[in-house]
């Protein structure tokens, strides 16, 4: 018979994250570290919006784009949280979820071989989606001694007639780190002077806890060369709602809606009712889980200066990202042998590109009670292998 499988699917590698969440699922007693998801439930008054819309039988198809008044409401977010305004009626395409929001963008924008420059350590999906687009991913290694941000030079070194994108994750997952205003503007300055085009992955705009977020697009001349995606999985604690969006130019805007028409159609109805109310009385919600988050990551810091653990000090998203080098194992053999021995799950640095060896991402999207007993048999963890050495 003949192969029935695609060679550029077959060689991409399956998510590093989602291998140690099965590997989970088949263990008891393990305490878990390792997935993205805030440990709240959807605030009450989003949750009572979906329901009424199904009670009000709203369950019907909705335009492609999205509800023009979740569209509205984006629109008025993002005039009031960064200060720049987007056309809800060409400029905002209601997604499923920041990722669909990243694929459509890629797929969109790019011709083959085409070069989409990549920071990692970075989310799992840029580089796949890139090669599924017909792109050339090209890694740029971040650095822990530039606290994993992204400079102008890393960025100009790596530009060359092919490049066409870049993707800007931050705030970081994995490694928490944040862009401030500095450091945006000398990038927009290789930006413009190269003439390429920015994909900005915002997901965890909200959660940041040294300043307040800054959007590249608030940088003049960037907004019109600038794919903003965002979404309500993270700061509203709607992962399974399936909900992002993505802003941006009318003529890229209108390439992606194609593609939407095509794949998906539109985004879950309910899910985008409730978001209206998210966006229209959410903030009190958001501030209140940004707290206990920024409760947990100081914890967390606290407790690696303890155990002796060398972690830089993330100020965005919900993780923590230490180094553990210094036990001359690999990343993928200190989570097994944690797992195994411990019961704790956390995330290879490797999930997220080569670049992330010597490190483990831990989520503190968990409550502290767990966090605590999780740390306490890190530290016990440590200390044999530091006694084994």
């Known amino acids: 018979m003949r192969n029935p499988l695609s060679e550029k699917v077959v060689e991409i590698k399956p998510s590093g994250i989602r291998k140690f969440f099965d590997i989970v699922n088949e263990m008891d007693d393990v305490i878990s570290l390792s997935v993205g998801e805030p440990d709240f439930d959807t605030p009450w008054h989003i949750r009572d919006e979906g329901i009424y819309s199904l009670?009000?039988?709203?369950?019907?198809?909705?335009?492609?784009?999205g509800l023009k008044e979740l569209k509205e409401e984006v629109a008025n977010y993002l005039k009031r949280k960064q200060g720049v305004s987007y056309d809800p009626k060409d400029e905002v395409l209601i997604t499923v979820g920041g990722s669909e929001a990243i694929d459509g963008a890629l797929r969109a924008m790019l011709n083959p071989g085409d070069e989409v420059l990549i920071p990692q350590p970075s989310f799992v999906s840029y580089e796949p989606c890139t090669i599924l687009?017909?792109?050339?991913?090209?890694?740029?290694?971040?650095?822990?001694?530039?606290?994993?941000?992204?400079?102008?030079?890393?960025?100009?070194?790596?530009?060359?007639?092919?490049?066409?994108?870049?993707v800007l994750p931050f705030p970081n997952n994995p490694t928490g780190a944040i862009m401030e205003k500095e450091d945006l503007e000398a990038i927009a300055e290789v930006v413009i002077k190269n003439d390429i085009y920015v994909i900005s992955d915002e997901i965890y705009s909200e959660l940041t806890y040294k300043e307040k977020h800054i959007s590249i697009v608030e940088i003049p001349g960037m907004q019109e060369r600038t794919i903003l995606i965002n979404g309500f999985s993270k700061?509203?604690?709607?992962?399974?709602?399936?909900?992002?969006?993505a802003c941006g130019p009318k003529a890229i805007l209108?390439?992606?809606?194609?593609?939407?028409?095509?794949?998906?159609?539109?985004?879950?109805?309910?899910?985008?009712?409730?978001a209206v109310e998210a966006l229209r009385?959410?903030?009190?919600?958001?501030?209140?889980?940004?707290?206990?988050?920024?409760?947990?990551?100081?914890?967390?810091?606290?407790?690696?200066r303890e155990m002796g653990l060398e972690c830089f000090e993330p100020f965005g998203a919900f993780y923590v990202f230490p180094c553990i080098k210094e036990f001359g194992i690999t990343s993928e053999e200190f989570a097994t042998r944690f797992l195994k021995e411990e019961k704790v799950a956390v995330v290879p640095g490797t999930a997220f590109g080569d670049c992330g060896e010597g490190y483990l991402r831990i989520s503190y999207a968990y409550s502290l009670e767990n966090l605590k007993i999780a740390i306490g048999r890190l530290a016990d963890f440590i200390d044999r292998l530091r006694k084994e050495r």
């Open 55 to 65: 009670e009000k039988g709203r369950t019907f198809y909705t335009s492609n784009a």
């Open 254 to 274: 209108e390439q992606m809606l194609k593609i939407h028409q095509f794949a998906i159609m539109c985004a879950p109805t309910t899910s985008q009712y409730a």
């Open 133 to 166: 687009a017909d792109g050339v991913p090209v890694i740029i290694e971040l650095k822990a001694e530039n606290e994993f941000r992204l400079t102008a030079q890393e960025l100009e070194e790596a530009i060359t007639d092919k490049t066409k994108i870049l």
């Open 281 to 304: 009385n959410g903030d009190e919600d958001v501030e209140e889980m940004r707290e206990a988050y920024n409760q947990r990551r100081r914890y967390l810091m606290h407790a690696f």
């Open 235 to 245: 700061a509203f604690a709607m992962t399974g709602w399936r909900l992002g969006y």
